[in-house]
């Protein structure tokens, strides 16, 4: 019986450890995809305890929280941080099963070497403990990124952002990752959004343009495409609950636009002729600029009307959607292939249905000199757990080169997340050792370890910033 956590942890055979233990366990971590806030790096404040570090923001726990009947004063509401703390510590032995539970207790490991159990019974122990060295030097965003040995983190910005935090973190010497901004025009595309005229009042300041018609609004987001590649800017992303596409002309456009402006109701024909024209103009500017193109595609968020009202979007009530995806993804990267305007693409699917659909997608297009110019993305939120990972990765090699992966992302809001890429490593270790005990892989330990080197990190280095 092996031990919980142990070294050998999802190593299921001497290939698999020996893989993690030359070439993946202390390999940098390249985090393309993120929502860590550049702000609160550059800060670099200590927390005030484990459950600020831990649970704010975290919509993961909150989600399983609420699932074990927690009620939400413990979860977004008034109640104390050390009742939060306890309320979470009550769901986690619940937890078996689920990614939450490893990524707990490996992350307890990690940062503040602990390897009890978290329950209710322990709770306080573990409260006192980590408080207690959070409140010491090394505690702190800063060095928990030097710890995960992060070298670059792409955040996920809105193009009114006047990206000061990245330009201070740019200029400070004394930090070695690299903290990248990453366009994501959720503003400029949701136009049915009560938000979409205040967004444009944000668009027109930041950019010096006045911001009243169409064209205005297509320049403001070249100017702010512009702005973003002096700052270091390598990659947009982009929230498509419906990968839905239509040829569309400007004027097409541009009357929908102007039907919003005026107040009229949008139709569901008018927002798919809107979406089309401007995501494929962005599609252009990105090319133009060499950046990479993120679509995460299929969820469909903000379920529960009553708790959106009451304490906001994006806090937990997501899920998956079964909508089709292949035919309009086909339309769309073949109309910015038509001319010549496709950018390099990562293709990220909510529904695991959608494996295979996106894997030979992405063998569809292609350029000479770019390895993998379209990939297929790790498995993302509700499938980055072992089953989804190992079903991600075996799909990407039956009908790709798994060699030439990206690897993975942490997608989260906290700074001691990276745990998943380790966790990640793991599996993927784990599946190139089977292969070779089974005799479907060689076994030739200096090629295996390259091509974990490669997912692990040199990858997506090179994907995301060689030009």
């Known amino acids: 019986m092996k031990k919980f956590l142990g070294d050998h942890f999802l190593l299921s055979n001497e290939t698999a450890v020996h893989l993690y233990e030359k070439a993946a366990k202390d390999t940098p971590i390249f985090d393309f995809h993120c929502h860590l806030s550049p702000k609160e790096v550059w800060e670099n404040k200590p927390f005030e305890n484990i459950t600020q570090l831990w649970l704010a923001g975290d919509h993961y726990k909150w989600r399983l929280m609420r699932m074990h009947g927690v009620s939400e004063s413990l979860i977004t509401g008034e109640a104390s941080d050390w009742e939060k703390f306890q309320a979470w510590a009550k769901t986690v032995p619940h937890l078996i099963g689920n990614p939450l539970f490893h990524w707990t207790h490996m992350e307890l490991k990690k940062y503040f070497g602990i390897e009890k159990l978290l329950t209710p019974e322990t709770a306080k122990e573990i409260w006192d403990e980590c408080n207690e060295k959070l409140e010491s030097p090394g505690y702190d965003p800063r060095s928990f990124i030097e710890k995960s040995n992060v070298l670059f983190i792409g955040t996920t910005d809105d193009p009114a952002s006047d990206l000061r935090y990245h330009k201070l973190l740019k200029e400070d010497d004394s930090f070695k990752a690299t903290i990248a901004p990453t366009f994501r025009p959720d503003g400029a595309l949701f136009i049915e959004r009560p938000a979409f005229t205040d967004w444009l009042g944000k668009l027109a300041s930041v950019s010096g343009l006045n911001v009243e018609s169409f064209n205005d609004l297509l320049a403001g987001l070249q100017n702010r495409v512009d702005f973003f590649n002096e700052n270091g800017g390598r990659a947009s992303d982009h929230d498509i609950p419906k990968m839905v596409y239509k040829e569309t002309t400007k004027d097409e456009a541009e009357a929908v636009f102007n039907k919003r402006i005026s107040g009229e109701e949008l139709t569901s024909e008018d927002l798919l002729a809107y979406r089309s024209f401007v995501l494929k103009e962005l ?4 090319a133009e600029k060499e950046w990479v193109m993120q679509l995460h ?35 769309f990267l073949d109309a910015l292939e038509q001319e010549s305007a496709l950018p390099r693409t990562v293709l990220f699917n909510l529904n695991r249905k959608d ?50 992966f990206i690897g993975m992302l942490t997608d989260s809001r906290s700074f001691i997340s990276y745990t998943r890429h380790d966790y990640f490593r793991r599996i993927l270790c784990n599946i190139l050792g ?34």
Do not use: C
């Open 297 to 331: 595609m299929g969820a469909i968020r903000n379920n529960n009307t009553a708790m959106k009202e009451k304490i906001g979007s994006d806090t937990g009530f997501d899920s998956i959607g079964d909508g089709d995806v292949a035919e309009g993804l086909s339309h």
């Open 355 to 404: 494996n295979d659909v996106l894997a030979t997608m992405m063998g569809n297009f292609f350029e000479e000199g770019i390895r993998g110019k379209v990939q297929l993305g790790s498995a993302w939120w509700f499938n980055d757990h072992i089953d989804g990972m190992e079903q991600q990765m075996k799909t990407f090699a039956s009908v790709g080169l798994l060699g030439h």
């Open 434 to 467: 089977e292969w070779v005990e089974q005799g479907k892989a060689p076994n030739s330990s200096a090629f295996l370890e390259q091509m974990v080197r490669n997912i692990g990190y040199d990858n997506a280095k090179s994907y995301f910033l060689e030009r």
């Open 283 to 286: 599609g252009k500017m990105y």
